[in-house]
């Protein structure tokens, strides 16, 4: 069986700030692990993934991820968020020889101005 | 190019009617997912398209559900005697077969609306 947690509804921060948006996951076997963004109205986007290799992934608009085997986390950071990162993000995870990926519930980014 | 397009974007349709949702990913992805998304929910697997056949179709609810890609290319999933609790956003995504570092992630439609009335 595979999860995913995403334990913040909702994450506030002052644009020019780092932000990050937490993810922990379960799996049995080698996690793959994704990080994709919703705009209102909009389907999923994709940002990054580990699949193996560096545990710092570095994805699309500036964002990055490290994956972190030994606390089962692949936390989302940014160093200095933009008001047009406000969005809905969802961490994702495939163990190792399926193709079914679970999404976590979703995490709600705000950034003002 | 073109992504992953699904029509119609919204659906209105009365408890007990049938619905079909259609779905054409991007040319050239032998795999097709659908999902079932509620509000203030990720994405819950329905089914998984590898070319022509279903390799994966755990997450359908139950019988009334039914997904077909006759052609490996577009995707329609159908839903019989349709019940309020069907309402929600129904996506589809697209990918290459995974392989090695390549693959895996999916490019979504922007997705139908149903809303069972």
């Known amino acids: 069986a595979q999860s995913v947690a995403q334990p913040e509804d909702q994450v506030n921060v002052a644009e020019g700030n780092p932000l990050t948006v937490k993810c922990t996951y379960s799996?049995?076997?080698?996690?793959?692990l994704f990080w994709y963004v919703q705009y209102p109205n909009r389907g999923l986007q994709f940002l990054l993934k580990y699949i193996t290799g560096d545990n710092l992934v570095k994805g699309s608009y500036g964002f990055e991820a490290e994956f972190n085997k030994s606390q089962t986390s692949f936390h989302l950071k940014k160093p200095s968020a933009l008001v047009s990162d406000s969005a809905l993000y969802f961490c994702a995870v495939v163990s190792g020889g399926s193709y079914i990926p679970t999404f976590g519930r979703g995490t709600s980014l705000i950034v003002h101005p | 190019g073109a992504g992953v397009s699904q029509t119609p974007s919204n659906k209105v349709t009365e408890k007990g009617k049938y619905v079909e949702l259609r779905c054409d990913p991007i040319s050239g992805h032998t795999a097709l997912y659908w999902y079932r998304q509620s509000l203030g929910q990720g994405p819950e697997f329905l089914i998984y398209?590898?070319?022509?056949?279903?390799?994966?179709d755990s997450g359908l609810p139950n019988d009334r559900f039914f997904a077909v890609r006759p052609e490996g290319s577009v995707s329609t999933l159908k839903i019989q005697r349709t019940e309020r609790g069907d309402s929600a956003v129904y996506l589809c995504?697209?990918?290459?077969?995974?392989?090695?570092?390549?693959?895996?992630?999916?490019?979504f439609g922007p997705g139908t609306r149903l809303t069972v009335t």
């Open positions: 995504a697209s990918s290459l077969i995974p392989s090695g570092r390549l693959g895996y992630e999916q490019y």
């Open positions: 799996v049995s076997g080698n996690p793959y």
């Open positions: 398209f590898q070319g022509t056949g279903a390799a994966d």
